[in-house]
């Protein structure tokens, strides 16, 4: 019955949403009253309501996006997509507190060399690695190591020592490939990067050789050094502050489609292209578009718009960036992870999981 609606004022007292705050989800298509007073424009609630806007106020305090609230509100009795959209928002908290924690410490060491210039000294870790894993890993980036001498910072490949894992990672604002490697005798804090230019990333490349036997890493944050068999080399890092790169790390896909390396590549390889500009410099590249239906099958469509294939998932790419991807890892079954056409590609084995490729989208004319 009427009378029992609730306002919107009284909602949000009870709620503890502001009115405001009940307006603007209104109008997101998040919680929508009852009944709208056609005179007024005044909203009123069911009491049934009631719950859904206690819950809409906890997922507000919790940092829930927009979109995830509506699935969260939207999902059916006994359906886990609620859970499951929970669960993701919780990894990302967990994975921000983490990332929040390595740089406030990082921070520290930044003010201590301030305060006392003259005395602060960089802190040196030392561990070792299998040499066959830290030449894979050198591999599985090396494509993706930038070029321009406007972006100095992106020529060379990124040592990322976090506890006992070492992270490689290369970019050119286009594309970016990462490679994990587990490292053995750091302190558990142990945190230290340095940008490793590319001359010397590939001397120590040639260094490991076919990778036998075990690697001494060192790293100070101003220079790395890598010892083999009685052989050694160092060389000073770039003097730079590397882009933050793990944000793109944790994607969050529509779609996930495995399917082998070979068959992708061939795909890709004979499908049909496009020339269109990619990137703010306007550099024309050859354009393929991946297209995932309802079904979870991948085509490698024509650029332009298919009136048969509307309702697929289609990601426009550098069609030579992802084909030098994909001999980044395993030459066995790949996952290509797809989150929008305006969404960064993710390519991974499940082998390796660990080492990745990510590849910026090229958007298509309308």
């Given at each position: 019955m009427e009378s029992d609606l609730r306002s919107i004022g009284e909602l949000a007292r009870d709620s503890g949403l502001s009115v405001s705050a009940l307006r603007f989800y209104d109008g997101a298509d998040?919680?929508?009253?009852?009944?709208v007073d056609p005179r007024t424009g005044y909203r009123w609630y069911a009491p049934e309501q009631l719950a859904d806007a206690r819950l809409l106020a906890r997922l507000r305090r919790v940092g829930l996006p927009l979109a995830d609230i509506r699935a969260v509100l939207g999902a059916a009795p006994g359906d886990d997509a609620a859970r499951r959209v929970l669960d993701a928002h919780l990894r990302r908290l967990e994975h921000g507190l983490a990332d929040a924690r390595r740089e406030l410490s990082l921070i520290r060491r930044l003010i201590d060399q301030?305060?006392?210039?003259?005395?602060?000294?960089?802190?040196?870790?030392?561990?070792?690695?299998?040499?066959?894993?830290?030449?894979?890993a050198?591999?599985?980036?090396?494509?993706a190591v930038?070029?321009?001498?406007?972006?100095?910072?992106l020529s060379g490949v990124l040592f990322d020592l976090d506890g006992g894992l070492l992270r490689l990672v290369a970019t050119d604002r286009y594309r970016m490939a990462l490679a994990e490697v587990p490292v053995e005798a750091p302190a558990a804090d142990a945190s230290a990067a340095a940008i490793v230019p590319t001359a010397l990333a590939d001397a120590l490349r040639a260094l490991?050789?076919?990778?036998?036997?075990?690697?001494?890493?060192?790293?100070?944050g101003t220079a790395v050094g890598v010892a083999v068999d009685g052989h050694r080399i160092e060389g000073v890092a770039l003097g730079h502050d590397y882009?933050?790169?793990?944000?793109?790390?944790?994607?969050?896909?529509?779609?996930?489609?495995?399917?082998?390396?070979?068959?992708?590549?061939?795909?890709?390889?004979?499908?049909p292209t496009r020339t269109l500009p990619s990137g703010p410099d306007g550099a024309a590249c050859e354009v393929a578009v991946l297209a995932v239906d309802e079904a979870g099958r991948l085509t490698v469509a024509a650029p332009a718009a298919d009136a048969s294939d509307q309702d697929a998932l289609?990601?426009?790419?550098?069609r030579d960036f992802l084909l030098e991807a994909l001999p980044a890892g395993a030459p066995g079954q790949l996952v290509l992870?797809?989150?929008?056409?305006?969404a960064p590609l993710a390519i991974r084995t499940p082998e390796h999981p660990g080492t990745f490729s990510v590849l910026m989208p090229v958007r298509l004319p309308v």
């Open positions: 998040v919680l929508a009253p009852a009944r301030r305060e006392n210039p003259m005395t602060a000294t960089p802190v040196e870790y030392r561990c070792t690695v299998p040499a066959r894993a830290l030449a894979e050198l591999d599985a980036v090396r494509f930038g070029s321009d001498p406007e972006l100095p910072v490991l050789g076919s990778g036998a036997g075990t690697a001494e890493l060192v790293l100070d882009p933050d790169y793990r944000a793109l790390i944790r994607l969050d896909p529509v779609r996930r489609v495995g399917l082998p390396a070979a068959d992708l590549r061939e795909a890709v390889a004979s499908a289609r990601v426009a790419v550098n992870e797809l989150g929008g056409p305006i």
